[in-house]
């Protein structure tokens, strides 16, 4: 039935990807495992992103949020609670989902920007909130040196609970999105009115859509508890929001795999130009308006592209259209 | 099947709609005609749940559907299509109908089955009987204007409505393309007994095909009959075909 949903070509190499992250910790120093397993958590929180935004053609301006509240809420649970420490990991994507389902009963109805500005000042509440309640989230401190069970602690252990876990969540996402409720989301976002017309409650889908990105982001942010062992405000702050949304569009946000690759570009250039100077993000800036005039659909959907044209069925220039 | 009486809407003061009647038996294929601004997109959105009426009323299948949003009326069997095309344009042809297929099969909550498995039979049968089985993997948003108003009456189809609303179907159609989709229509009214309310320009079109049709005029209904009474009407005859018909 999965197999149904893979193309020819993409099967193997999924896999062949994946052993090689499986046999990376193998060939590499510690220091870049740590980079791979940050570059797979992020990553992880850029696709649910794009689950909604690429996919669902929602202004989702604040993702960060959903991530931070999943790390708070495995963090909490570790330091304040007595509870099996499995229950801390399964409670961050709940809370966060049950979050994405607050903010999206309010937001859902409205459209494009002002369903953005709406999301950043509710998301920003709770990055408030966290910041100032020093008793309970431990302010703008945070909170370190978490519990986080010895099976999974230390960078090896660590990279290979991050790796099971966000395949496993990559591999939910593509089915989501291949599935009856992914190809509706896709129809909402070429053309909302049309959903209407065809018996679509766009509202529901757009919640529903929320809901499942945050769920995500919630496993993501559980994961940069089990990779950092602490947490702290700045998980749900907005410019982490915005470096998210910049690795969908980098990579590529109308492709499954275009976030991923974005985090990778990102993050590499962070670490890399990081070490030369502090004004990384000058760097970046440059990339995304290269990007935004040469790659309008990111560095992944440009390959696409490129390998499209070559078979004979769907002519590049067809394709280069497709965009308006 | 469908009854409007007195249907009034305004925007800014400015009555777009004022005082609509329209009946539609079932089997019926109605037209609406009337001047540039006539109201005749008014009238079709106020139907089909894009706008709320103002006052007057909206019957379909006598129940009353004032102010239902347009996916419930979509389930209750009226489907429309629209004067500007309104597809997915970044899905493929196939797509695109297959879509309507699952939203009318209510399986557009399912996260974990393969989309593109479900309903082929149907929605090949759909893109058969409207002639587009040949671009069936065309991305939608590169397809010819023409062939783009077709898919929007096949997304229609997708739905099985039992009433089809077609906002100005051949707008923008060259002379054979327009050939071609009056063939559709004809199709769907005679085969599967649609019933079908549409609107256009092109007067003569609308007396060869219609079995009754709608005047409108500044958002006022001028008169409803067949077309040798819609033609012998002398205020229809002053107000939209010039007088000396």
């Known amino acids: ?324 | 099947m469908l009854q409007i009486s007195a249907l009034r809407k305004s925007f800014d003061g400015f009555l777009a709609v004022k005082e609509a009647n329209l009946s539609v038996k079932p089997g019926e294929v109605v037209a609406v005609i009337g001047p540039n601004g006539a109201g005749k997109t008014t009238l079709f959105n106020l139907i089909s749940g894009q706008l709320r009426p103002d006052g007057g009323s909206i019957r379909f299948k006598g129940e009353d559907i004032c102010g239902l949003s347009p996916h419930r009326l979509c389930r209750k069997g009226m489907s429309r299509s629209f004067q500007i095309v309104k597809i997915f344009s970044r899905m493929s042809v196939f797509e695109n109908v297959q879509t309507a297929v699952i939203s009318r099969m209510n399986k557009t909550s399912n996260l974990f089955i393969p989309a593109r498995n479900i309903a082929v039979k149907e929605t090949e049968s759909i893109l058969d009987a409207m002639g587009l089985s040949d671009k069936r993997d065309r991305i939608c948003g590169l397809l010819s204007h023409g062939d783009q108003k077709v898919l929007e009456m096949a997304i229609s189809l997708g739905s099985d409505p039992q009433l089809l609303i077609l906002d100005e179907p051949t707008a923008g159609m060259s002379a054979e393309e327009t050939e071609t989709a009056i063939t559709l229509m004809k199709k769907l009214s005679s085969q599967m007994g649609l019933t079908i309310l549409f609107c256009e320009h092109d007067v003569e079109l609308v007396f060869s095909f219609s079995d009754r049709i709608m005047v409108m005029q500044q958002g006022s209904t001028i008169t409803q009959g067949t077309p040798a009474q819609v033609r012998n009407d002398p205020q229809v005859k002053r107000a939209y075909l010039g007088g000396d018909d």
């Open chain 1, 1 to 324: 039935m999965i197999c149904g949903i893979f193309g020819k070509k993409a099967l193997p190499l999924a896999a062949l990807l994946l052993v090689g992250l499986i046999f990376l910790p193998a060939a590499v120093p510690r220091f870049y495992i740590y980079l791979t397993s940050v570059v797979l958590v992020t990553g992880l929180l850029a696709t649910s992103l794009n689950l909604v935004l690429g996919y669902g053609g929602m202004y989702q301006f604040h993702h960060a949020a959903f991530y931070g509240v999943g790390a708070y809420t495995t963090a909490l649970m570790l330091t304040k609670t007595s509870l099996p420490v499995w229950l801390a990991f399964a409670a961050a994507p709940l809370t966060a989902a049950f979050f994405g389902l607050l903010i999206g009963l309010i937001c859902a109805r409205l459209s494009s920007l002002h369903f953005g500005m709406l999301q950043i000042s509710l998301g920003s509440l709770i990055w408030a909130v966290v910041y100032r309640w020093y008793d309970f989230t431990g302010g703008d401190d945070g909170i370190h040196g978490l519990p986080v069970p010895s099976a999974i602690s230390g960078t090896t252990p660590a990279y290979y609970f991050i790796l099971a876990l966000t395949s496993l969540c990559l591999l939910l996402l593509f089915i989501i999105i291949k599935s009856p409720y992914g190809r509706i989301l896709q129809a909402l976002r070429d053309n909302p009115e049309r959903c209407e017309a065809i018996g679509v409650n766009v509202t529901r889908h757009r919640i529903i859509g929320m809901v499942v990105a945050a769920l995500f982001a919630g496993v993501a942010g559980s994961l940069f508890v089990t990779l950092e062992g602490s947490v702290f405000p700045e998980l749900l702050s907005w410019s982490l929001s915005l470096e998210i949304l910049i690795m969908c569009l980098l990579g590529g946000w109308f492709t499954f795999l275009g976030p991923m690759l974005g985090a990778g570009l990102i993050i590499g250039l962070r670490t890399v130009a990081g070490n030369y100077t502090e004004y990384w993000t000058l760097i970046l800036g440059l990339m995304m308006m290269l990007t935004i005039f040469f790659l309008p659909k990111g560095v992944l959907g440009y390959v696409n592209d490129l390998f499209r044209s070559r078979a004979p069925s769907q002519p590049l220039k067809e394709r280069s259209h497709v965009a308006d």
